[in-house]
Structures are given as structure tokens and as C-alpha cells.
T-cell receptor, first 113, second 112 residues
Framework: GDSVTQMEGPVTLSEEAFLTINCTYT??????LFWYVQYPGEGLQLLLK?????DKGSNKGFEATYRKETTSFHLEKGSVQVSDSAVYFC????????????FGTGTRLLVSP | DAGVIQSPRHEVTEMGQEVTLRCKPI?????LFWYRQTMMRGLELLIY????????DSGMPEDRFSAKMPNASFSTLKIQPSEPRDSAVYFC??????????FGSGTRLTVV
């Protein structure tokens, strides 16, 4: 079945450092790809998405590019802030019409001042 | 819109008791999902509905778990009887199709 693999956390960075969180996927068709963020005590929020190969999703300084050839959707940010500390989830939708999302295990990001 | 609304936010119950979690999806969203989140197992999809009809309940762990969606604006997840291993955060999410879910704030369930 479809699956998503994320890098293990926690990722610990100093403020203004460059962030990369790796995500690779396995899917039989042409999935849509997502990054969600979960702040402490809250539900998941959609951060960005890409629906086809070579699309770049971006939001709040975060970016991710849908790479079909490497089946990857790595999350990047040029300069992280303490407020970016959260858990980040990569996910895919198989586009069968039933809108089912498959999530990765999440990667915790800790940013120190 | 107030978003996806879940109640209660926190629930503490004794083993063997019945627990009912509630969810109000965003108006107009025709898909509703129930997830469970634990440290050990991460996010698990329990069941989801389309137009109030259950589509896939293969993630429901045991017969002790049941979910209903009597109308487009309300869903329940019931655990009877509850066990300590059911302790988790339970999330409801909805979508209209297209791309991306809206999650509720979750119900933190503790079974003692």
C-alpha cells in the first residue's frame, strides 16, 4: 500500500539556521503531497501542498518540491524561528476520490534562541 | 467558520466505562475522518465517512470501538468498555474533497 517515510527526530536547530526535513513516499499512482504542522496541544494544520510532479508548495517561508523521479517531498526553510518549533507531518493522498490521507510518523523540530 | 469542533477537550474515565467523543465538521464538508494519536503508534486512521456513510472502518482496533454519523453536522466515536490502552488523543478532521483536511483540536482521553 501507499506509505510515507520521514526522517527521525528531533531536529534541533538554532534560530536562523536552515531547515530540511526529509520525506519520501511510495505510491502506485500519482498522489498529491502535503506537509502538516502540529503545535503543542493543537490539531494538525495544513502547511503546504503540491498536486503534481515539479510543483512547489510554499507557505510562511516553508517550501517543498514534488520530485517524482526521487519520490520525495522534502520540507525546507531558509531561516527558522523559535515559533517554528512543532511536529511536522508529511502526507499523501492517493487521489482515488475518497480523499484518504496517509501520514508519516512526524518529525519534531526544536528551535532554540 | 468555527472550524472542526470536538468535545470534550479532555476526558478522564475509569476502565470499563463507556466513552463518547463528539465531532462537528465544517459545514459543507462531505468527508469526515477519525484519527487516534499516540507516542508509540503515531497517527492512525480509525474510520472515515463520505456523505454520512462509513467508507472504511478497517482501522477500528476492536469491536469495542464504534462510530456513527447520523447527519452531515455530527459524528460520534464510542468506546465501550474503555481500557487503559485506549488512552490517546483522538482527532476528527473534515474535507470537501480537493486537497487538505481541517483538523479539530482533539480530545485527550485518559483511561485509568
Amino acid at each position: 500500500g501507499d506509505s510515507v517515510t520521514q526522517m527521525e527526530g528531533p531536529v534541533t536547530l538554532s534560530e536562523e539556521a536552515f531547515l530540511t526535513i526529509n520525506c519520501t513516499y511510495t505510491a502506485t499512482g500519482y498522489p498529491s503531497l502535503f506537509w502538516y504542522v502540529q503545535y503543542p496541544g493543537e490539531g494538525l494544520q495544513l502547511l503546504l501542498k503540491a498536486t503534481k510532479a515539479d510543483d512547489k508548495g510554499s507557505n510562511k517561508g516553508f517550501e517543498a518540491t514534488y520530485r517524482k523521479e526521487t519520490t520525495s517531498f522534502h520540507l525546507e526553510k531558509g531561516s527558522v524561528q523559535v515559533s517554528d518549533s512543532a511536529v511536522y507531518f508529511c502526507a499523501l493522498s492517493d487521489n482515488t476520490g475518497f480523499q484518504k490521507l496517509v501520514f508519516g510518523t512526524g518529525t519534531r523540530l526544536l528551535v532554540s534562541p | 467558520d468555527a472550524g472542526v469542533i470536538q468535545s470534550p477537550r479532555h476526558e478522564v474515565t475509569e476502565m470499563g466505562q463507556e466513552v463518547t467523543l463528539r465531532c462537528k465538521p465544517i459545514s459543507g464538508h462531505d468527508y469526515l475522518f477519525w484519527y487516534r494519536q499516540t507516542m508509540m503508534r503515531g497517527l492512525e486512521l480509525l474510520i472515515y465517512f463520505n456523505n454520512n456513510v462509513p467508507i472504511d472502518d478497517s482501522g477500528m482496533p476492536e469491536d469495542r470501538f464504534s462510530a456513527k454519523m447520523p447527519n452531515a453536522s455530527f459524528s460520534t466515536l464510542k468506546i465501550q468498555p474503555s481500557e487503559p490502552r485506549d488512552s490517546a488523543v483522538y482527532f476528527c478532521a473534515s474535507t470537501t474533497g480537493g486537497y487538505g483536511y481541517t483538523f479539530g483540536s482533539g480530545t485527550r482521553l485518559t483511561v485509568v
